[in-house]
């Protein structure tokens, strides 16, 4: 299903106890930077303006989310996948669990509330 073959490629995931919440292609996202690093040099060896800069992954934006809807018990995993996403997506709205344990057993966790949900409380 996922391992380290040729046409590997690099997602950051964020899903809840709902579902999965969002997706992104980190490879794809690196490569829009690098573009837009180019275009601003050669911008400024003109003396143009350019375009802002532009944030394809909104990290901070999730993991504050996260922090903040911690009742949802938000995951956020980086992982190297030889799926599409949209490969993704459809296995995690048919069966997210063996994905999911995939992901934390093989993936880098940028942030999670899954321990915290798996304590029992004391009263």
Request: charged share 35%; aromatic share 10%; net charge positive.
């Amino acid at each position: 299903m996922l391992s380290r073959k040729k046409n590997v490629k690099h997602y950051l995931a964020m899903w809840d106890m709902l579902g999965l919440e969002c997706i992104f292609d980190v490879g794809q996202a690196k490569a829009e930077i690098e573009r837009w690093e180019k275009e601003a040099i050669w911008s400024k060896l003109k003396e143009q303006s350019h375009r802002e800069k532009p944030n394809p992954i909104p990290l901070n934006m999730m993991i504050l989310r996260a922090k903040f809807n911690s009742q949802r018990s938000y995951e956020i995993y980086e992982f190297n996948s030889t799926m599409t996403e949209n490969q993704l997506r459809k296995e995690f709205a048919k069966n997210p669990q063996p994905l999911v344990d995939w992901i934390r057993e093989n993936g880098h966790k940028i942030y999670s509330d899954y321990e915290k949900t798996k304590r029992k409380m004391i009263v």
